[in-house]
């Protein structure tokens, strides 16, 4: 098993209760009730399942050496006990941002929208987790599937980074994202 792949079962099963789908642009995926994140590989959808989307962790492909450091130093892993909320982000870039070299792309993710700054703010109430699905195969419909949780006092917050961002200039290249908002079940 390829233990930086998993997979995330939207469905009326177990795993994380979904408060709120909210499609920010592009085509919206079906409602659920739940959204399961499993480790590996699904490759069917299970009962009670409604949509199955995966993602690889990876290298970085744009921080510098003092932006990585300055990310280790204050970042937090997923799974605190008390991030009892978060959030699954699926999104998917145009043609046009990957027809860009990669000194293009770094330049207008941090030099024109300031990603790693503005998140850095943010860290380490947020902790993050970002998955890439790019190159799984053409059956993907994201390119990314990014994955936050924090505590319930922290959600105002985490309102606010998003909406920092999704002012920049990256973002004029995301042409489909879906939010989804999650709480812990009991
Ligand atoms: C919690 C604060 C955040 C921090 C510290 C942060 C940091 C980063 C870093 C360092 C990367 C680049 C990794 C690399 O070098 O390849 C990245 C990529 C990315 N982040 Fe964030 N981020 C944050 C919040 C967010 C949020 C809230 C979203 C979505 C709404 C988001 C969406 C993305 C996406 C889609 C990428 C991939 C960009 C690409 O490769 O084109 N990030 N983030």
Redesign the pocket.
């Known amino acids: 098993m390829n233990p930086r792949l998993f997979s995330f079962i939207g469905g009326n099963g177990s795993g994380w209760s979904v408060v709120s789908i909210e499609t920010v642009v592009g085509d919206p995926l079906p409602a659920v009730e739940r959204v399961d994140i499993v480790a590996g590989a699904i490759s069917q959808i299970p009962d009670g399942g409604t949509w199955i989307l995966r993602g690889v962790t990876?290298?970085?492909?744009?921080?510098t050496r003092g932006?990585?450091e300055s990310?280790i130093a204050k970042?937090a892993a997923l799974g605190r006990p008390d991030a009892t909320h978060a959030?699954l982000?699926p999104?998917r870039?145009s043609t046009e941002?990957w027809a860009l070299t990669q000194d293009e792309?770094r330049a207008i993710?941090e030099e024109q929208s300031r990603?790693?700054e503005?998140?850095?703010k943010?860290?380490p109430a947020?902790?993050?987790r970002?998955h890439?699905c790019r190159d799984l195969g053409d059956a993907e419909l994201f390119?990314?599937l990014?994955l936050?949780d924090y505590s319930k006092a922290d959600s105002a917050a985490?309102d606010d980074?998003?909406a920092a961002?999704?002012e920049t200039k990256?973002w004029k290249f995301?042409e489909r994202?879906i939010?989804i908002r999650l709480v812990r079940a009991s």
């Open positions: 990876s290298n970085d492909r744009y921080v932006e990585k990310l970042q959030a982000i999104i870039k941002w792309r993710f990603h790693v503005i998140g850095l943010y860290l947020i902790a993050r970002l890439h390119d990314f990014t936050f985490f980074l998003v961002l999704r990256e995301v994202e939010d």
